[in-house]
Nanobody
Framework: EVQLVESGGGLVQPGGSLRLSCAAS????????MSWVRQAPGKGLEWVSG????????TYSDSVKGRFTISRDNAKRTLYLQMNSLKPEDTAVYHC???????????????WGQGTQVTVSS
């Protein structure tokens, strides 16, 4: 059974930083591309960032480029999202998502986790 468990969310002031983690199990983690997606209150899902199977290729939405960094540790079966210079508009539930492919396919993933809440507010 595929399981994706996010952690690391919380309340942070504007300009602050957080590091999200996603622990994966139930599949061969190193064979699959992964992404982070988010959903703000009252809004639809937004793709944030993706990484291919070996971590050699990363992509970002324009809204987070230069502030967020995605990475993965295949030995630990864990996906990360380092978020710096956080803004109130980054407030959302952040989910990690798994693709059935080695490359990122936007919102066309096959599994996602329950998510972790990130709130950016003073």
């Amino acid at each position: 059974e595929v399981q994706l468990v996010e952690s690391g969310g919380g309340l942070v002031q504007p300009g602050g930083s957080l590091r999200l983690s996603c622990a994966a199990s139930g599949f061969t983690f190193s064979w699959n591309a992964m992404s982070w997606v988010r959903q703000a209150p009252g809004k639809g899902l937004e793709w944030v960032s993706g990484i291919n199977d070996d971590g050699g290729l990363t992509t970002y939405s324009d809204s987070v480029k230069g502030r967020f960094t995605i990475s993965r540790d295949n030995a630990k079966r864990t996906l990360y999202l380092q978020m710096n210079s956080l803004k109130p508009e980054d407030t959302a539930v952040y989910h990690c998502a798994k693709y059935p492919t080695t490359f990122v396919r936007g919102l066309d993933y096959d599994y996602w986790g329950q998510g972790t809440q990130v709130t950016v507010s003073s």
